[in-house]
């Protein structure tokens, strides 16, 4: 079992920065590959970053291409996502994500690969 808190989410002007963490209990974390997904509202949730249990292999949306970083602290139990140059259209509820998968390479784009999720923190970028 895992549990995810997230954290770092505010009100931040257009062109800030803000870093989103999520802490994980369990002493599964480290063998967990990793993801943040996003919610506007009226919006179906969307992908925005993952990363494999080490934290070799990243992927991102590309509307966040260049602009975000997901890292992780495995002696922490966190990850995270920094976030620069925000824009109007990053407002949504952010959420982390765990995935139990066995594969030490995975590091998946799509929700129901996910096994647990925190309960959200809000991101609003005014314009």
């Not at 895992?2 to 802490?23: D, H, I, P, T, Y």
Request: with cysteine; aromatic share 12%.
């Amino acid at each position: 079992q895992v549990q995810l808190v997230e954290s770092g989410g505010g009100l931040v002007q257009a062109g800030g920065s803000l870093r989103l963490s999520c802490a994980a209990s369990g002493r599964t974390f480290s063998n967990a590959a990793m993801g943040w997904f996003r919610q506007a509202p009226g919006k179906e949730r969307e992908f925005v970053a993952a990363l494999n249990r080490s934290g070799s292999n990243t992927r991102y949306a590309d509307s966040v291409k260049g602009r975000f970083t997901i890292s992780r602290d495995n002696a922490k139990n966190t990850v995270y996502l920094q976030m620069n140059s925000l824009k109007p259209e990053d407002t949504a509820v952010y959420y982390c994500a765990a995935s139990s998968s066995s594969n030490p390479y995975y590091a998946p784009r799509i929700g129901p690969a996910y096994d647990y999720w925190g309960q959200g923190t809000q991101v609003t970028v005014s314009s």
